[in-house]
């Protein structure tokens, strides 16, 4: 599932409110379905590529060209497709996978037979947060159902075949409170633990208190509690989505 930090508001009443407003879940929507399950939602990571590339065939006097790209979002997504799309050509036919989210479109071929295999070449790959689009320029000769669905899903395949890639880690949104004579032990134990978008919020209503919020990888949550509790303060409470 995607995560993005919220505002901090002040903390000024009952911990249970903090709690439920430090962070809130992204509000991801697609106009198809979502696919069951999601290659990063239960490992907290992902692969994903590492660059844009492309794969050309021609197939019965047709060009399909494939071109894939890393998105983050069905925004990214569509700025993807307006960069690479050829208005010349006879069809842009696409689709991305996000986590638990996709969509697929046929771009005017019969449907099923161009936006759905691309789809499943993404699935089969193991890839995440990618986008393919297949350009088709068409040379004469129809190919019929069954040979639409293997020109689209055979190039968005080796398209993704060729694409470099790598292994993501999801981070995690925490929050600490913490008091003010502790700040240097606290900054120097995160910074060892390479957490990313640390921030401070000194209005927390409690006197001599600092709030302070960070990303950290999925899989240094415990030992980074332990690490601060040890080093810091058994007293110190941690938030987190």
């Known amino acids: 599932m995607l995560h993005v930090a919220a505002t901090i508001p002040c903390y000024r009443h009952h911990h249970h409110r903090i709690h439920a407003s430090l962070f809130a879940i992204a509000n991801f929507k697609t106009t198809t379905m979502a696919s069951s399950s999601s ?12 660059e ?9 006097k047709s060009k399909f060209i494939a071109i894939a790209g890393s998105v983050s979002d069905d925004k990214s997504a569509m700025s993807f497709l307006s960069q690479v799309r050829d208005p010349k050509a006879t069809h842009n036919c696409w689709a991305y996978k996000v986590g638990d989210q996709y969509r697929s479109n046929d771009d005017g071929e019969p449907s099923g037979t161009a936006g759905k295999p691309i789809y499943s070449a993404i699935s089969t790959s ?6 393919v689009v297949v350009i088709r320029y068409f040379g004469g000769i129809k190919l019929g159902t069954g040979g639409l ?3 689209y899903g055979g190039v968005a395949s080796e398209c993704l075949k060729n694409a470099p890639t790598c292994l993501v880690k999801t981070k995690v949104p925490m929050g600490v409170e913490v008091p003010f004579d502790l700040l240097g ?3 120097h134990q995160l910074q060892s633990f390479n957490v990313e ?4 919020d000194y209005d927390t209503g409690k006197d001599d208190i ?3 919020t960070f990303k950290v990888d999925f899989d240094k949550v415990e030992k ?11 007293e110190l409470k941690f938030y987190k989505h």
């Open 197 to 200: 978008d640390m921030k401070q």
């Open 52 to 60: 844009r590339v492309s794969f050309e065939k021609d197939i019965k």
């Open 210 to 212: 600092s709030m302070v």
């Open 185 to 187: 032990v606290l900054y």
């Open 126 to 131: 193991g890839i995440d947060r990618v986008m």
């Open 149 to 151: 669905v293997r020109a």
């Open 39 to 50: 290659s990063s939602g239960n490992s907290g990571e992902f692969k994903t590529i590492k």
């Open 224 to 234: 980074l509690e332990d690490t601060l509790k040890s080093n810091c303060s058994r």
